[in-house]
């Protein structure tokens, strides 16, 4: 569904990707399955791809037509150097080269279906959403341009900003705006709710009409540390451990809003929780033996809910 595209007339099938940094290896396993199962490019099978921070990634790349181990294969060569980064400006430089490498100067109207990037303003406190349809637009129609003429890779980038270990993300729009954004997890961890009102009042479809798949990151006991590293680093863990808490917290609350105000949505929920210590991580990891298990994990939770997603897609 790109800018100019109609939208689909049969059941609208929505794909959404949490944010969890790192753990998105979690969401990879899921997606390298579901890909198998349809048998053709995510992009061609889902007509909306919603993503915050992490999901915001990989969101983008479906949309651009990137298959589920080309993503893989993009998180495994720099995600771990991106979070082994000390300081801000390091994460956010690295950051910014890695989206500038995959995404070039490729815009919102070069995606292949609907996609909604989540950022969060940082000084009205608002969401901010990237699309490439006009028929994704709630209003302001005359006005609209996909992405705000804003590149994907700087949407992306501003979507994984998780300010303070991220620097924050200035975005200039087609409209002439100077906007300072920060990480969508702030206002919506979870864009599972952004993206059903994009279908039922955007696209003014029934939500009976309406097949979304919701995939998280997991959940994991907190890493343990040494008595040495707790001393010398007790503040910075307790700001890993307050962002952490906070973006849970707001992934359930999303999820619980969804269940309550769409429940006749047809959705599949996967997002499974681990609590044996040998899956302590958090959004920061850079262990790639760790985010190889994560991304196993997702394989198998996605075996858990296959004969539901195979009856959702109407595959097999």
């Known amino acids: 569904m790109s800018g100019s595209a109609e939208a689909p007339t049969g059941p609208l099938k929505i794909l959404s990707l949490d944010g969890g940094g790192a753990k998105g290896f979690y969401t990879l396993g899921v997606l390298r399955e579901i890909e198998g199962l349809v048998g053709k490019p995510l992009c061609e099978e889902f007509d909306l791809v919603f993503g915050t921070s992490t999901g915001a990634i990989i969101a983008a790349l479906i949309a651009l037509g990137y298959k589920a181990n080309e993503i893989h294969d993009l998180y495994r060569e720099h995600v771990p150097r991106i979070m082994k980064a000390k300081l801000p400006s390091q994460k956010s430089g690295a950051l910014s080269d890695l989206a500038d490498l995959v995404f070039k100067d490729r815009m919102f109207g070069d995606v292949k279906t609907g996609v909604g990037i989540v950022t969060t303003k940082w000084e009205i406190e608002r969401p901010m959403i990237f699309k490439g349809s006009i028929t994704q637009a709630h209003g302001r129609k005359g006005t609209f341009v996909p992405g705000f003429g804003v590149r994907i890779s700087d949407a992306v980038q501003a979507s994984c900003s998780a300010y303070p270990f991220f620097q924050k993300k200035v975005v200039h729009t087609a409209a002439g705006d100077d906007i300072v954004l920060v990480d969508g997890g702030y206002c919506a961890n979870n864009p599972t709710l952004y993206a059903i009102a994009d279908g ?117």
């Open 200 to 316: 039922t009042r955007a696209l003014g479809r029934d939500p009976a009409d309406l097949r979304v798949v919701s995939v998280g990151v997991g959940v994991y006991p907190e890493p343990k540390r040494n008595a040495f590293d707790a001393m010398r680093w007790a503040k910075y863990l307790q700001s890993v451990q307050l962002l952490q808490k906070t973006l849970e917290i707001n992934t359930q609350s999303m999820d619980q809003l969804c269940t309550i105000m769409f429940k006749h949505v047809p959705t599949v929920r996967i997002n499974d929780t681990f609590d044996k210590p040998d899956m302590a991580t958090d959004l920061f990891e850079h262990d790639m033996a760790k985010l190889n298990l994560l991304r196993q994990r997702g394989a198998e939770s996605y075996a858990r809910d296959e004969e539901q997603i195979k009856t959702l897609l109407g595959v097999g």
